[in-house]
């Protein structure tokens, strides 16, 4: 059985003319004799009312009854995804998770996907029929409904390709596929025809917001490949694959950047073992995320200075853990907004050296100061003034001829 997995994002069900679009890419993959298998997020805004909804009832909403709530906007795409097929003349219903059943472990707004009964799929594939899963959701042992989280329908596609066996997972979004870097920070970002799990996670991880770095690490782990492109346009999109599929001659695959970060330094932190730990246990208690991290080495072996980054929504929660924090001596704190990490990304630079002189040096022949560096196989992260972000991003992505 030739099976492909079909999913479709907010904006690409977000009107009833879209849905008809939508139903209109389903029956042709349908005539391909593709056995096939749908699922829809949310029309686009939906989920975001009924998370409003639930704030304006109680500041702390069941998280239980959170799930059964924002996971009805799925059925409402569903359903009228199935009724366009069935006017079409197409066998084609509704599924919900709890149908199937798809089952999840883990806590409610944050479920996982553990297994998933294909007998009741397959014998509706069999029979000509065309699902349409809700996609984000599924039931625990307990027999609630579940979410997923953010990205939670992209899980449920790449799942559902494990599960069938898929012969493709295709994710329909607003864009053309992931691009070299963010289109509408920079007009000439080209899309890129073939990326890596590993590069994509760090693309999304650094703020590609095309998919979520949890429904990556779900394709990589089950070794499903994912092509993504628009639905409202018929051209290729962007394979995401594994590293040896790729055949490709680019050093650097792609650049990010952030728009939304803060930097923190404490100055004169006492240089001894266990105090790093006491800086940062408080702020992963209050579920603040620390991303770039630099000590400087102590000069006298007595104190050192640590600068750290953080959203920049956070600060005000860290100035006051930090300074609250009695277990930390230091003599300066200093904190600074309106900064910006830029990434460059790229599988290419495990054995190419000299990568990152010429990052640098494309940075310091714009004027561009680097405030924090860090770096990890594929991938070197700077933090600069957040003025200079478009400058920096056309800088290398001409450095690296991501232009061409």
Known sequence: ????????????????????????????????????????????????????????????????????LVSSGEQVACSLIAGRLLHKGLKSRTWLGWQIPIITHGPHKQSRISKINKKKIIDYLKEGGIPIITGFQGVNKELRVTTLGRGGS????????KFFNAKK????????????????????????????????????????????????????????????KSSFVKKNGTLITKRTNIINNKIITGISSTQNDAKVSLIGVKDKPGVAASIFRPLSKNLINVDMVVQNISPNGRETDLTF????????????IIKDNKTINFRKLIFKKGVSK??????????????????????????????????????????IDKRNVKKALT??????????
């Open 154 to 161: 992209d899980a449920s596609a790449i799942m559902l390709a």
């Open 309 to 320: 980054t953080i959203k920049s929504d956070d600060l005000n929660k860290t100035k006051k």
């Open 169 to 228: 997972c295709v994710i329909y979004t607003d864009v053309q596929g992931v691009y070299t870097t963010d289109p509408n920070k920079l007009s000439n970002a080209k899309r890129i025809k073939e990326i890596s799990y590993e590069e994509m996670l760090e693309m999304a991880s650094l703020g590609a917001k095309v998919m979520q770095p949890i429904s990556i690490q779900d394709a990589r782990l089950n070794k499903v490949d994912i092509e993504v």
């Open 395 to 404: 800088a290398l992505h001409k450095e690296f001829k991501l232009d061409y």
């Open 1 to 68: 059985m030739k099976i492909v997995v079909l999913k479709f994002g907010g904006t690409s069900v977000g009107s009833t003319d879209k849905i008809k679009n939508v139903a209109n890419i389903i029956h042709y993959y349908s005539k391909k004799k593709y056995k096939v298998i749908v699922v829809s997020s949310a029309m686009s805004g939906v989920t975001n009312d009924l998370v409003n909804k639930s704030k304006e009832i109680s500041g702390n909403f069941c998280d239980s009854e959170y799930d059964i």
């Open 342 to 383: 830029i990434s460059i990304i790229g599988v290419g630079m495990i054995t190419t050296p000299g990568v990152t002189f010429r990052m640098f040096q494309a940075l310091a022949e714009k004027k561009i100061n680097i405030q924090v560096i860090s770096t990890s196989e594929i991938k070197i992260s700077v933090l």
